[in-house]
């Protein structure tokens, strides 16, 4: 299909090809066989996105342990069994224990011990102040996902009517030069037909002429 080129004060539009019109390959089933012997000649393009698509995004760039975290969850690995080690009270293993022997043991029972004192503040400030965070962050996960959500569909939308105007247009483009390429057609038909009349005029002429020529000689 020959291009259409439509200019106007703001910009310029060149259809290449008419996808929702043409139908060339669905009726020529040999010029489908050859574009794509064409194709497959080819070299395969490279896979980058478009300028307008953003770059992927890239989570927990800056934290290696939730980086592998989510490594592992996406690959479903099981979650590596908890290290009850650290959590024991050793004695000395000698007998009797050696003074530095006893002071390590005694080092890691007030570090168990700080480490439980810890935790108790922190599942108190938890049933203090975790059921109302918790909510709060339910709701702001909820509209972000709702944000997500309507933003998602009104994508969709623009796409839908973005094909639809696309084959709209293109429709009335490809009537437009079915029409014009019908038109042509008519006017070459009719200049070979104009054509083969003054053939045949000449024709007549040259024979009345020379019949002329042989009464003039009688």
Do not use: C
Request: hydrophobic share 35%; proline share 6%.
């Amino acid at each position: 299909m020959a291009s259409l080129i439509d200019n106007d004060a703001h910009r310029t539009e060149i259809f290449d090809s008419l996808p929702y019109y043409d139908n060339d390959l669905e009726k020529n089933p040999i010029l489908r066989e050859k574009v794509e012997r064409e194709l497959a000649r080819e070299p395969k393009p490279l896979q980058t996105l478009h300028p307008r698509v953003s770059p992927p995004i890239e989570l927990f760039k800056d934290k290696p342990g939730l980086a592998a975290e989510l490594a592992r969850v996406e690959a479903h690995q099981p979650l590596a069994p908890l290290d009850t080690i650290r959590y024991q009270l050793p004695a000395p293993t000698s007998t009797p224990g050696t003074d530095e022997e006893w002071q390590q043991a005694l080092k890691n029972a007030q570090s168990q011990l700080e480490h439980q004192r810890i935790r108790h503040t922190n599942l108190a400030l938890l049933q203090t102040y975790g059921p109302n965070a918790w909510r709060i962050h339910n709701y702001l996960l909820e509209a972000t996902a709702k944000q997500a959500e309507t933003a998602l569909e009104e994508l969709k939308q623009r796409t839908t009517d973005i094909n639809r105007e696309r084959k709209n247009s293109q429709t009335r483009i490809g009537n437009q030069l079915t029409s014009l390429e019908n038109k042509w057609t008519e006017l070459i038909s009719s200049i070979l037909q104009i054509e083969m009349a003054n053939v045949a005029l000449d024709a007549e002429v040259d024979r009345l002429n020379k019949k002329e020529a042989e009464l003039a000689s009688m």
